[in-house]
């Protein structure tokens, strides 16, 4: 508890007797510590809350240096003034005691028997034991905090923990795009302030205490791996107290670790799911299979779903994307995300409004770079492996849009959901087999020279230009996959088979 002058005036050891400025007993604040002075302006060597102790020797023979003295130290913030009596003066000059009533600034004498060492040890001796008590408090603090992130009591459980400890203030956590994560607020001293407003007002990667709105809000930002995570707030009617202070910082230590501990929760769920997804890649899960891992995985099978991919630029920690996408989707049950091949997929709900929230979330952070692609809905899952192709399809797909639809792909996205099962190889292989076991033979010169035939429009001219051959060459060569297949590329009645048969083996690899 801090020291109060009523308090120290109360003490019988010390002989104090308050003998102006009566209206500012305990209106100035605790006294934080003792300082004694002769010096006609001792304010450049004062901070506030000090009780000055002075026996008036620079002041004692000028009426005028006496009400600047005691004006002057009364704007600095001092507690009190202590004068000695019978030292430079017999008593206090009536100059002070009437500029003390006038600033409402404590006035006590002190017997001549009494040093000023006796009332600054008494300070001393109270600021010390204050101060062993705040750390004392600090390390409780500090262990009620880790018990709570053991018990798994989340954000709210560390907020509510620390909100103990400092009564009247509010505690607000937003994360690194300004979204609120968690906010006590038994006071509701917050209650006016919008969480934007608040994200507004943060500085980033450091510390800063500001005064918004007739309220002090000190910030510090909470940094995992190379990037802030989040932002813990205090919003108080007054700035926090150097105990306080310390309070708050064991909060910030507190949201740390519980933020570093579901990242790790978040990690483990992930690489679950990247499991998976490999599995449904490779063709190797069946429906009951991946039904059996959604239940495992926290979520229940979708009576219609559809999937999202996310693309991740350099200079974006994978990390920080993913939880992003988490956070977006997690309103719309526990998110199933994961990695294939180096792109964030995630199998979500339909109907829902997913990826709009995902693009949302991406705006609000500022990642421009970052696309989302989106698949046709599905009903079975046995059709999650042409979902997860659709969306990677439309991921890929040119322009400046955020979301990507397979639907605008054309005849690409159309082949994106064909499943294999379905006879894709068996179609290839019947329109293409001969041209690709020719090619094992040479250099893969038919299947280049069908796909540059085509690219150019069957043009022969172009498509010569591009193989770098005569376009003699180039006859010879069709006429060659024409004898090898029983199709003319020439003809117009083999051109979308030839066509849906290079797109599918594009698709799916040699």
Known sequence: ????????????????????????VDRRGPIRWAHISELPDPTPWLEGGELLLTTALGVKDDEQLQRRFVAGVADRGIVALGFAMGVSVADVPPAMLAACDEHELPLFTMPYEIPFIAVSRRVAHHAFEEHFATLGQAVDLHRQVLAGIVREDGLDGVLSTVARAMPGTA???????????????????????DPAEIWERCPGERTREQQHGGRWIRSTAIVLGDHVEAVMIAISREPLLEHEVLLFEQGVAGVSLELARNRSVREAHRTRVDELLEEIAAGRATASVVERAFVRLGAKPFERFRVLAVDRPTGIEDAALCTLVEDALVA???????????????????????????????????????????????????????????????????????????????????????????????????????????????????IATLRAYFAHGCRPGPAAEQLCVHRHTLTYRLDRIRELTGRDPRSGEHLVAYGLALELLDRSGP
């Open 171 to 193: 505690l607000v956590t937003l994360d690194f795009a300004g979204g609120e994560l968690a906010r006590i607020d038994p006071s509701g001293i917050a209650e006016a302030l």
């Open 1 to 24: 508890m801090p020291l109060w002058l009523s308090e120290l005036l109360a003490d019988p050891g010390l002989g104090a007797k308050l003998v102006a400025g009566h209206a500012g």
């Open 332 to 446: 719309l049950g526990t998110p199933l995300l994961g990695h294939l091949d180096g792109t964030i997929h995630a199998v979500v709900p339909e109907p829902s409004d997913a990826a709009e929230r995902v693009a949302a979330a991406l705006d609000r952070r500022g990642w421009t770079g970052v696309h989302v692609g989106r698949s046709r809905a599905k009903s079975e899952l046995d059709a999650l492996r042409a979902a997860m192709r659709e969306a990677a399809v439309a991921l890929n797909l040119a322009g400046q849009s955020r979301i990507r639809d397979v639907d605008s792909l054309g005849l690409p996205g159309l082949l994106a959901g064909i499943r294999d099962d379905l006879g894709a190889a068996d179609f290839v292989t019947e329109v293409l087999g001969p041209i690709l076991d020719r090619d094992q033979d040479g250099s893969g010169q038919l």
